[in-house]
């Protein structure tokens, strides 16, 4: 996983924290948003594709979607989402690590909320905003996490 902590990059895989959608396609050197109205049809079939994503795994859009999730930024290229987008996230992130490390469920879902608590912050050191995740941090961070957690589990003689 390389990347910047300043622009935002694609993450397709269920075990990762996705970022906003990307009017850019998340290319620093095209910076900026998709200045579709609100009434325009392309940009109701793109939040209906974005959907669609997010409907392939189960815990999907039965739930209110933050915007964030749906609506690209200013620039396209912003790589935060709000703490509510990765709670939202939060059940495909921790199914998908359950699987692929063969732990318990519950203990790979209090690892992930503590790191989203540990990397949270709102703009301005807290005076004003909601509070965001850096996802590339988190992502890069939830790697390193679930890789010693796995390893751990081997050396105990766990499961794998």
């Not at 900026?32 to 009434?39: F, M």
């Not at 912050?121 to 996490?145: D, F, I, M, Q």
């Amino acid at each position: 996983m390389i990347g910047s902590r300043l622009i935002a990059q694609p993450f397709t895989r269920p075990e990762y924290f996705w970022p906003r959608p990307s009017a850019v396609s998340y290319d620093a050197s095209a910076s900026g948003g998709s200045n579709l109205s609100a009434n325009n049809p392309q940009l109701r079939d793109r939040v209906i594709q974005t959907l669609s994503r997010l409907e392939k795994y189960p815990h999907g859009p039965q739930k209110d979607v933050p915007a964030d999730l749906v609506m690209t930024s200013g620039s396209g290229l912003d790589p935060h989402i709000t703490l509510k987008s990765a709670y939202y996230q939060l059940d495909r992130v921790v199914d998908a690590w359950t699987q692929k490390t063969g732990r318990d469920k519950t203990e790979i879902r209090e690892l992930i909320e503590d790191l989203l608590k540990e990397k949270a912050s709102a703009p301005w050191g807290g005076l004003a905003g909601e509070k965001l995740v850096n996802v590339l941090e988190v992502n890069w961070e939830l790697r390193t996490l679930m890789a010693k957690f796995a390893k751990r589990a081997k050396g105990s003689g766990g499961p794998a």
